[in-house]
T-cell receptor, first 118, second 109 residues
């Protein structure tokens, strides 16, 4: 149980392109989803937390107009990187937790999306 | 501030036992998670401790001492597939996970 699917797994595109990444919880309802970015050999960096039906909460330094997050249903959240540039190239990972969050539920991660901007 | 301290890298032999230590400082505490992350992949959940003591789960065990801000992950009967990074992630008072760079574990035959 607790499977999170992330798509696509790999994206290569030209600078200036917008890229949408989908995160789906397949066998549970994800009231909260998290979006992370990870550069090689570095720790996971939380970008934003999204709750179903409400606006995402962005971490300090993350541009909300550049990284658009939509959590329209209990099983789907999307991250759109708008007008991507080479410095946006990174490994983007989503995670999700189910309802009744009381702190002891682990975050279940998608497989990640490797984004390369040329 | 909030921080995590883990060794950057450890090496162990196949079939042996290894202990990965983690000390942490957080604003409040709501438990501590251990995750495994293979190179180029997303993390996978290993264990959760919220009370002091040892939690055993197969070949993996995790220990917590809240008063010392200390945890360890114990891996027994090491296999080559255990080569990965191990991430210690305490949860602060806002239920947010604090992530460090993890410990890269190298298993040699």
């Amino acid at each position: 149980g607790a499977v999170v699917s992330q798509h696509p797994s790999w994206v290569i595109c030209k600078s200036g392109t917008s890229v949408k990444i989908e995160c789906r919880s397949l066998d549970f309802q994800a009231t909260t989803m998290f979006w992370y970015r990870q550069f090689p050999k570095q720790s996971l960096m939380l970008m934003a937390t999204s709750n179903e039906g409400s606006k995402a909460t962005y971490e300090q330094g993350v541009e909300k107009d550049k990284f658009l997050i939509n959590h329209a249903s209990l099983t789907l959240s999307t991250l759109t990187v708008t007008s991507a540039h080479p410095e946006d190239s990174s490994f983007y990972i989503c995670s999700a937790i189910g309802p009744g969050h009381n702190g002891n539920q682990p975050q279940h991660f998608g497989d990640g999306t490797r984004l390369s901007i040329l | 501030g909030q921080n995590i301290d883990q060794p950057t890298e450890m090496t162990a032999t196949e079939g042996a036992i290894v202990q990965i230590n983690c000390t942490y400082q957080t604003s409040g505490f709501n438990g501590l998670f251990w995750y495994q992350q293979h190179a180029g992949e997303a993390p996978t959940f290993l264990s959760y401790n919220v009370l002091d003591g040892l939690e055993e789960k197969g070949r993996f065990s995790s220990f917590l001492s809240r008063s010392k801000g200390y945890s360890y992950l114990l891996l027994k009967e090491l296999q080559m597939k255990d080569s990965a990074s191990y991430l210690c992630a305490p949860m602060d008072s806002n239920y947010q996970l604090i992530w460090g760079a993890g410990t890269k574990l190298i298993i040699k035959p």
